[in-house]
C-alpha cells in the first residue's frame, strides 16, 4: 500500500510536469503523512546528510571545470586535432565528432556538458560541409553519452558513494566501455557517410599541419593525462582531482589560449552553480525517496521478485538491464542511481557480479537514457542547438541506440572487459 502511494503519487507529480527533484520530495512527503512512519523533519535532515559527502564535492567542480573548458576554447582545439587525422576519410567530420567527445568526456564527466561544448561548434560545420542537419545532431548526442561512461563520470561517483564501491576503480573500469561505445560510433558514421556520399576534407596532411594542431591541442591534451595520471598514480584523489581540473582548466583558458575572460567567469560560474544545485537538489530528494524504500522493505521485495522469477544470471542481468532501460526513459539520471542502486545492487551480487561490474552496467544503461525521449538529457541538448523537433532527432538517433544496446549487451555479459583494468 506505502509502496503504490510513492509510485502513484512520483508519477502523477510527473505527468503534470513539476521538476524531478520537487516530484521525488513532494511523493516523500505524501507518503510520510499517509504512513506515519517517520517525522516530516526527516526529510530536511536527508537533504543535509546526503550532501554530506566528501566524494560529492567532486561534482560541482567536474561540472565547472566542463563549463570552462568550452568557454575556454579547449574543446575546439580537441576538435581541430582529431579532424586533421580523420577529416579526409568517409565521415571524416562524424568521426571527429566522436574522438573529440572522448576526449572532453576524459575532462567534463557529463554527457550534456559534453554535447553543449562541442555541438555548438560541430553541428554547424557539419552541415555546411554537407551533412544532414539530423544525423549531424544525432551523431553528437549520442556520442556525448561517452561523457558518463569515460572517467571521470559525475554518474560514476554518485554509485561509487551509493554502492560504497571505489570510485577510482569505477572510472579506469568506464575506459574500455567508453571507447567501445565510440569504436562503433566511428564505424556507423564512416558507413553512414558512405552510403549518403557525404563529402570528405580535402585538407591534406602534412607535418607541418600535424606539429601546428598538436602545438595548439597540446593544452588539452594534456588534460585527461594530468586527472587520470594523478588519480592512478596516488597523488590525489579523484575528488581532489575535480580541483586540478578546474584550476588547470581556468590558467588554460585565461593566460594560454586567452579565449576565457575574466568579465565570462561570472557567467560561467553561475551556469556552473545552477547545474549543481539542480544535481544536488536531486540527490538529496533522491536519497529520502530511496530511505522511504528501505524502510517500507521494498528492496527486498523487488530483489525476491526477480530472483523468483530465476535464479539464471544470463536471466536476471537481461532483465536488469531491461529495467533500467525502462526506468531511464523517464527518470534522471542521479535519481535513478541513487535509488535503485540500493534494490538492484543485492540482486547482482546475488547473481554473482562484482558491484564495480555491476556499476559499469548501469552506467552504460543510464548513459543510453540519456537519448531517449522524454528525459534523454543530451537529446534535449542537441535539440536546443539544432532547433530540430524532437521526434526529427529522435528518429536519426535510432541506429545508434541499437548500437549502444549492442555495447551493454557486451559489457554485461563480458565482465572481463570492466574488471581487467582495475585488477
Request: some cysteine.
Amino acid at each position: 500500500m506505502i509502496a503504490s502511494i510513492l509510485f502513484i503519487s512520483f508519477i502523477f507529480f510527473m505527468l503534470i510536469r513539476v521538476p524531478i527533484g520537487f516530484a521525488l520530495g513532494l511523493a516523500s512527503l505524501v507518503t510520510i503523512f499517509f504512513s506515519g512512519s517517520v517525522s516530516p523533519k526527516y526529510l530536511v535532515q536527508g537533504l543535509v546528510t546526503s550532501a554530506d559527502s566528501f566524494p560529492l564535492m567532486a561534482i560541482p567542480f567536474y561540472i565547472l571545470a566542463g563549463e570552462v573548458m568550452g568557454q575556454g576554447g579547449i574543446s575546439k582545439r580537441l576538435f581541430g586535432f582529431a579532424k586533421i587525422f580523420v577529416g579526409n576519410i568517409t565521415g571524416g567530420l562524424a568521426i571527429a565528432t566522436v574522438v573529440t567527445c572522448i576526449f572532453f568526456a576524459a575532462i567534463s564527466g557529463s554527457g550534456p556538458a559534453t554535447v553543449a561544448a562541442i555541438g555548438g561548434m560541430v553541428i554547424p560545420l557539419m552541415v555546411k560541409q554537407g551533412y544532414d542537419k539530423k544525423f549531424a545532431t544525432a551523431i553528437i548526442v549520442a556520442a556525448g553519452t561517452i561523457g558518463v561512461i569515460i572517467p571521470p563520470s559525475i554518474p560514476m561517483v554518485i554509485y561509487g558513494v551509493s554502492a560504497s564501491a571505489s570510485i577510482g576503480d569505477l572510472f579506469i573500469a568506464g575506459i574500455i566501455p567508453g571507447l567501445l561505445v565510440g569504436a562503433l560510433l566511428i564505424i556507423y558514421s564512416y558507413f553512414h557517410a558512405k552510403v549518403h556520399n557525404y563529402p570528405k576534407d580535402n585538407q591534406k596532411l602534412t607535418f607541418n599541419l600535424v606539429a601546428k594542431e598538436f602545438i595548439g591541442a597540446s593544452w588539452s591534451l594534456a588534460m585527461p593525462i594530468i586527472i587520470l595520471g594523478g588519480i592512478y598514480g596516488g597523488i590525489f584523489t579523484p575528488t581532489e582531482a575535480a580541483v586540478v581540473a578546474t584550476v588547470y582548466g581556468l590558467i588554460v583558458g585565461i593566460f594560454v589560449y586567452k579565449e576565457l575572460k575574466f568579465k565570462d567567469l561570472f557567467r560561467v560560474f553561475s551556469t556552473a552553480s545552477l547545474t549543481t544545485a539542480i544535481i544536488l537538489i536531486i540527490t538529496g530528494t533522491a536519497t529520502f525517496f530511496g530511505r522511504i524504500l528501505s524502510i517500507e522493505n521494498i528492496p527486498e521485495v523487488v530483489a525476491t521478485s526477480i530472483t523468483s522469477i530465476s535464479d539464471n544470471p544470463i536471466v536476471l542481468l537481461l532483465l536488469i538491464n531491461l529495467f533500467l532501460l525502462f526506468v531511464g526513459t523517464f527518470m534522471d539520471v542521479i535519481a535513478s542511481i541513487i535509488i535503485l542502486t540500493p534494490i538492484l545492487l543485492p540482486v547482482a551480487i546475488a547473481a554473482g557480479l562484482d558491484p564495480v561490474h555491476f556499476g559499469i552496467i548501469m552506467v552504460v544503461n543510464l548513459a543510453i537514457a540519456l537519448i531517449t525521449p522524454p528525459i534523454g538529457g543530451t537529446l534535449f541538448v542537441g535539440v536546443g542547438i539544432s532547433r530540430l523537433s524532437i521526434w526529427e532527432v529522435s528518429k536519426a538517433v535510432v541506429p545508434m541506440f541499437f548500437l549502444m544496446v549492442l555495447a551493454l549487451l557486451i559489457v554485461t555479459y563480458l565482465p572481463q572487459i570492466n574488471v581487467f583494468l582495475p585488477k
